[in-house]
């Protein structure tokens, strides 16, 4: 599954990033990568970004994004 | 000899907050990643420190990333000294392994041990220096003795000889996309010198964040903080306004007695007293209150991190509008200076985005338009007599309508010149900090206040004394002054002000806090308190109407001459700057015009 699809409080372990360069660069240094374990905080209160928890911090994410981060639950 | 030694590491990591300890200076710190955007440089004993950017990575994504790994490749530095978070050793110290191939003498310090501790983690700072083969000091940077260890720790540093490193194959190392081997050996030093569970982003930071980001309650505290700052502001002006503005009338009495006792010629006393004087006491007393106020208050939010989660609970009308969220936190930025918001627009990947974003900036009013708001809606929109909770009020609402403004601007221009895709978001959610609210409150109060003083002498004195003299050069018809007034009076008519708010909105390009003493100043009179402006500008007839249209057109004009230089520098076109002020002008005249026909 991508992980928009991940509920608050679920986590995941990241399969693969099909993104474009810059973004996927940004999303490896702050320490998504295949392999990493994420979960999700929540969402904003008008349901689009959600933060997750990447590497011990919390990061904020739109569900465009989310769409292109393929996860296993 | 002086050595020049390099401080690099994460955004958000109290690279900042440790300079200021060391060097003594007073780089502003907020708890945001991104806040420092340019390097900066000060004296610590017989080093030069120089601050760098935050990074994540030696592979830049974002401008204010190239400035550090340029900086670091150039070799200026004869150290580096990498700051890592202990809360968030894991991420760190990737940076850290990069730096390791390209710089011969590098220190690791590791910082926040305190923030940690109380997050229940232990750091073994010599486990550490053994994996990483590097010296590593460990250091809470809020701490007294921060300041000795680390010079002892660089003393130690320049005796020892420096390792070899190749910087030419660190760079190409850094450039690979060997993110993964970085990670495992990372993953692999925190499992060595890690104790204790837990990260940066703690239980606590998940409840707090539940309620101000919430669903129910994220909007309302958003909007009570913001109605709270005005109020206060608002409240709080009055009195150390009306004090200011009594001493400097008595001061300007006793100086005026002492130019009459030497036998100063008339017009000197008028140059200086009516003309100088007079403006600058306008400013400080009526400008320098509200501005000394608000921004420690912002400062404060700023500090504890809950400006990047204002930025989270909006993004969603900026992604409708084709803009970065981050867009949100240079518009609160802006809120302070918008020469302060344009280069803060570096955290913007993106250079669309990032054009988006300095193009929009000026319509976020400045603190230096504040006074003027605020004595526009005191004068004219709040009956006399009202609270100051009514005023806080109006004002938070001008200030949601320029953000409506400023989305509005923004979607306009992704629909037109600055058409393109989204190139994707992310946002840092700091944990929460505790700000040191005495010396956050201090510290701020008094930078603003030597700020806008500086300003008042550098540029509202001599405004003052050539808008007197100007005022005194006759023509057939009239005064300079009141014949450029006049020229203007027509156009201005027609937006629903006069010749002399355009004069003045002109004449105040160097600094928007003058544009009342101006125009005042243009009036022939001489300002005072509240009540005295209001009767100077109903003689000149004024009706709400007139109040509206300066309302909205202090809102939307061109932005000052500092803004406009920082958006050359940052956009490095004269072309984008000029649409940096027609844009806001067009929408401030437009919004007038209509203004004053619906007046009509």
Known sequence: MTLEKLRPGQRA??????????????????????????????????????AFLICGSAVALRRADCRRIEVEG | ME?????????????SSLFNRLTGLRQHTGNWTGKTVETAAGRCGSYRLVDLPGTYSLRPGSAEERVTRDYLLRGEAEAVVVVCDACCLERNLILALQCRALCPRMLVCVNMLDEARRRGLRVDCEALSRGLGLPVIGLSAREKGSRA?????????????????????????????CAQRLFEESRRLCRLVLRGE?????????????????????????????????????????LPSAWLSRGFASLGGLLRRGFRALGAPAWLEGLLLDGAYGSL??????????????????????????????????????????????????????????????????????????????????????????????ALLGMFFAPAGSSALLSAGLLSLVLCGSAALSLAATALLDRTLLRGESAGFVLELPPYRRPQIGRVLLR???????????????????????????????????????????????????????????????????????????????????GGEMPEIRAVLLQNGWTSVTALCVLLFTLLHWPCSTTLLTIRRETGSWRWTALAAALPTAMGLVLCAVAAALGK
Do not use: H
């Open chain 2, 3 to 15: 050595r020049t030694v390099a401080l690099a590491g994460n955004p958000n990591v109290g690279k």
């Open chain 2, 198 to 238: 837990g990260g940066a982003y703690g239980p606590r930071d998940a409840r707090l964040d539940r309620i101000l980001t919430g669903r129910v309650w994220a909007f309302p505290v958003m909007l009570l903080l913001l109605l709270g700052i005005c109020f206060l502001t608002i409240r709080g002006a009055n």
């Open chain 2, 149 to 177: 260890a680390l010079i002892a720790a660089l003393d130690a540093l320049f005796e020892a000889p420096p390792r070899p490193a190749d910087p030419g194959k660190g760079a190409e190392e850094a450039e690979e996309p």
């Open chain 2, 281 to 374: 006491s306008l400013v400080t007393a009526v400008m320098l209150p509200p501005m000394a106020i608000f921004f420690p208050l912002f400062s404060l939010l700023e500090d504890a991190g809950f400006l990047p989660r204002a930025a989270y609970n909006l993004d969603r009308p900026f992604q409708a509008c084709g803009a970065c969220g981050k867009q949100g936190l240079c518009m609160l930025m802006g809120l302070g200076c918008n020469a302060v918001g344009v280069t803060g627009s570096r955290i913007i990947a993106s250079r669309r985005e990032r054009l988006l974003a300095i193009l929009t900036n000026s319509i976020t009013p400045c603190n230096g338009r504040f006074p003027l708001l605020i």
């Open chain 2, 444 to 526: 701020s109060l008094l930078d603003r206040t030597l700020k806008v003083l500086g300003r008042a002498a550098a540029v509202a004195a001599p405004a003052g004394a050539l808008l007197w003299l100007l005022g005194r050069v006759q023509t057939e018809s009239g005064s300079l002054l009141t014949v450029w007034a006049g020229a203007l009076d027509g156009l201005g008519r027609f937006f629903g002000m006069d010749g002399a708010i355009l004069l003045a909105f002109l004449l105040g390009l160097p600094a928007n806090e003058t544009v009342l003493p101006i125009l005042l100043g243009i009036y022939g009179a001489a």
């Open chain 1, 13 to 50: 372990t990241v399969l693969a990033l099909r993104l474009r360069e810059p973004l996927r660069r940004r999303l490896e240094d702050l320490g998504l990568a295949e392999g990493t374990e994420i979960r999700c905080l929540g969402r904003s209160p008008l349901g689009d970004p959600a």
